[in-house]
């Protein structure tokens, strides 16, 4: 490979500079350094979680957590009986709904509610914070903490096509009731789920904190009418409660195996969004998700499908849009208007999530630097990535125009959805395997329980997947290409710029050794470790032959836990001779926390008092280089133009970095691989 260096000054940083490391400091889980081991932080107690009136809690979590699955009843048995194989006689339906009733059970109350739930990150879920944890806890097992990783890969990925296709049926099935009212209105669904998406991802930029305030309060109405449409149903034919009998799945399943197989490919969209019950709590916490689960939202659902099916055995004709017909005609249009607000709040939980999940990626070194914004002061998880939120509209637009109805949609929906609960229930029975010591016939319990369901639902989708099926699995291949790639070319770049760098301890004693002369001032360089030297600050000392008084490298930590305590967050280390004013401040963060260099001086300040670490007199310094290709064996042709794409589109540090641009400077060369 070749190597070429020279100085680079500028006010702006380059879109094609990358930094030390794996491409991002940011990317970094650890660092070393020279002077003694840094003690690791505390985690959080329960002060630092979130906490308020379980109410309050509850009703918030009412319009976050079950935006998603509880929009489901819009169009999930409308989509089982639309198949054409499945009938509405009176075995079928009872079968359906036996169903429908025992997968939320054994999926989102006893999965996620009653097991998943207990395998929090210091309070945060989701399958990448999952991995977060394997991974701290199997740091002696490096094949299996890699296999969690690859399955979080895979998971993550198939979230971003579930976070495509939610918003598109989700807001599509709200907007068919019109047709219910007037067949003529069926022209409108398109343009009109058109209008509120776009309006939905144009207003992401400024935030949902006020707009969110109004969520859980919609939503508590959303579920209590769901219930109120029910029970008339339910009342009028009685009969219909027996199908809470497993004994009517079981004997559907049995009697009409390759019907029930074709049911089962549409039931599982009745727990979409039974993720975000796991993704979401930190947020709430979770005891108030599991409040609002079983007091309002369980038995909620469980009305509106038990009162669908009644009905269906009163009205066989009703299954073109079981659930609309469930309301009288005089309330069909406002139904249809409370519809479309609560699929815009199950769109804004998925698209919330999916930035999210992007900067766990971020952190984990999946995913190049993205520009994230905060949309609130308050709230550390409210965020907002535009890279993210115009390429899910794009998807979202596409999507729509394709398939054109929630019912063609349906079928592409099942294989993400299934997929990530494959891989969460794999993940979490590595854990209560391997880390937990879970006695195995307790572990045998869920594998029969839950995974076997879980793949034959799995299994019915994959009958799909010429038929829709494919597009979570393209969207999935994409997003792992684009992982794997990125981390490949961050590791070349690693290695090669340790060797460019050098040793911090042998270029500090080099420095004092040739008495290189000092300037008044304070000079930052953020860095990601305290072993390799800056290679802005060499290129510095190199070229100008002067160092400034004070030299403070600043190394970010990402830790292992969502939030890291403000008093734990900085130490700070002398690395020089003789009060040579050469330090190093090791910053740690959580992967939900604001890695903000300013600030890291500010606290590290208030750790070592003795010293002058100033922000508003800094000078800020970034190390990059600018990467071109070469004609070596690194990576495949085709991948490397990937990621010298995705270097290119990286955000830029100086935002990322919280730095003021009048007093930043990039410095750096050049590097081919």
């Excluded at 699955?69 to 639309?82: C, D, E, M």
């Excluded at 979770?286 to 009162?307: C, D, E």
């Excluded at 734990?568 to 992967?591: E, M, N, P, Q």
């Excluded at 300013?598 to 208030?606: E, T």
């Amino acid at each position: 490979r070749a190597t070429r260096t020279a100085l680079q000054g500028s006010r702006m940083e380059s879109g094609q500079d990358v930094e030390a490391r794996s491409g991002a400091a940011e990317d970094e889980s650890m660092t070393t350094t020279l002077i003694r081991p840094t003690r690791r932080p505390r985690p959080l107690d329960e002060n630092d979680r979130p906490h308020g009136p379980l109410l309050f809690m509850t009703v918030g979590a009412l319009g976050v957590v079950f935006g998603d699955i509880g929009t489901s009843p819009l169009y999930s048995l409308q989509t089982v009986f639309a198949s054409g194989v499945v009938t509405t006689d009176r075995e079928d339906v009872f079968g359906v709904v036996s169903m429908v009733i025992w997968t939320i059970t054994l999926i989102v109350s006893f999965k996620y509610v009653f097991l998943v739930m207990r395998a929090d990150n210091e309070g945060e879920g989701g399958i990448l914070a999952l991995v977060h944890l394997l991974r701290e806890k199997l740091r002696n097992s490096r094949r299996l903490a890699g296999v969690a990783l690859a399955m979080g890969m895979v998971g993550a990925a198939l979230f971003y096509g579930d976070s495509v296709i939610t918003p598109a049926i989700s807001v599509m099935s709200a907007f068919e009731g019109l047709v219910v009212v007037n067949s003529t209105f069926e022209t409108l669904v398109l343009p009109l789920s058109i209008v509120i998406l776009t309006g939905l991802f144009l207003i992401q930029r400024w935030g949902t904190d006020t707009v969110g305030k109004m969520f859980g309060p919609v939503m508590t109405l959303w579920f209590v009418l769901l219930a109120a449409l029910g029970l008339p149903w339910v009342l009028q034919d009685p009969e219909i409660l027996l199908a809470i009998s497993p004994t009517y799945a079981l004997t559907f399943v049995l009697t009409r195996p390759l019907v029930a197989v074709v049911a089962l490919g549409a039931v599982v969209l009745t727990i979409t969004g039974a993720e975000a019950l796991y993704a979401d709590m930190g947020h709430f916490g979770a005891k108030p998700i599991r409040t609002g689960w079983f007091f309002l939202v369980f038995p909620a659902l469980a009305l509106n499908y038990l009162g669908q099916g009644g009905m269906l055995l009163v009205h066989p004709e009703f299954a073109d849009n079981p659930f609309f017909r469930m309301a009288p005609a005089w309330a069909t249009l406002p139904l249809v208007v409370l519809a479309t607000v609560a699929t815009v709040i199950a769109s804004q939980a998925v698209i919330s999530g999916a930035y999210s999940v992007s900067r766990q990626a971020t952190r984990l070194g999946l995913l190049p630097r993205l520009a994230v914004k905060h949309t609130s002061k308050e709230e550390g998880g409210q965020i907002y990535i535009g890279s993210i939120n115009w390429l899910l509209y794009v998807g979202v637009m596409t999507l729509i125009a394709v398939f054109q109805s929630s019912t063609a949609l349906a079928s592409a929906y099942g294989l993400a959805v299934t997929g990530t609960l494959l891989l969460t229930t794999l993940l979490f029975l590595v854990l209560a395997h391997y880390v937990w010591r879970v006695q195995p016939w307790k572990i045998g319990v869920v594998v029969v329980l839950v995974l076997a369901l879980e793949a034959v639902f799995f299994g019915a989708n994959m009958l799909k997947l010429f038929h829709g099926g494919w597009i979570p699995l393209v969207i999935a291949a994409l997003v792992v290409t684009v992982m794997t790639t990125w981390r490949s070319g961050s590791a070349i770049i690693k290695r090669e710029r340790a060797h460019i760098e050098g040793p911090l301890e042998d270029f500090i004693a080099d420095v004092h050794a040739a008495e290189i002369p000092r300037v008044e001032g304070l000079a930052v360089f953020p860095h990601p470790d305290s072993l390799t030297t800056p290679l802005a600050l060499r290129q510095n000392v190199a070229f100008n032959r002067v160092m400034h008084s004070n030299v403070v490298i600043v190394s970010i930590v990402n830790e292992n836990v969502p939030h890291v305590r403000h008093v734990d967050r900085a130490s700070v280390h002398d690395l020089g001779y003789a009060d040579d004013g050469i330090f190093h401040i090791t910053y740690r963060v959580g992967f939900n926390d604001s890695q903000d260099v300013p600030k890291a001086l500010i606290w590290a300040q208030s750790k070592a008092p003795e010293l002058d670490l100033d922000p508003d007199e800094a000078r800020y310094f970034l190390s990059s280089l600018r990467l071109g290709r070469a004609d070596v064996a690194s990576l495949r042709t085709w991948r490397k133009a990937l990621f010298l794409w995705l270097a290119g589109a990286a955000a830029n540090r100086t935002a990322v970095f919280h730095l003021p641009p009048e007093r930043t400077i990039v410095v750096g060369g050049q590097l081919e691989i």
